[in-house]
């Protein structure tokens, strides 16, 4: 997922990712050989921290690994799958706390 930012400065990306779309070009820099247990995951990828929503919350990719049942993915594709679960569930929750909820009422 991605939103746009603010127009106000050029300088910024065009788009901010979180969720499996930053997962995703994070893990373009790194070396996994498919198939590869949750574990060979971790060791490779697990430090990488991982926004999931556009507030910049973020978790690692040890965290969410934490929160699955898999134990082995085929390729990349499957572990995006199996992963982008537990980002929605951690934006919907963000998304709902009385934190945010109070955000949303300041226009600024």
Known sequence: MGVRPPADNSDEPDVIEFGI??????LSDVD??????AREVRDAAGHITVPFDAS???????????????TEFDNEQELLNDLHPIFERKREATRNSILSQLRALVPF
Do not use: Q
Request: net charge negative; aromatic share 4%.
């Open 21 to 26: 779309a930053a997962l995703d070009a994070r």
């Open 56 to 70: 910049g919350h973020s978790m690692t990719v040890a965290e969410a690994l934490d929160e699955t049942n898999a």
């Open 32 to 37: 996994i050989e498919y198939p590869a247990t």
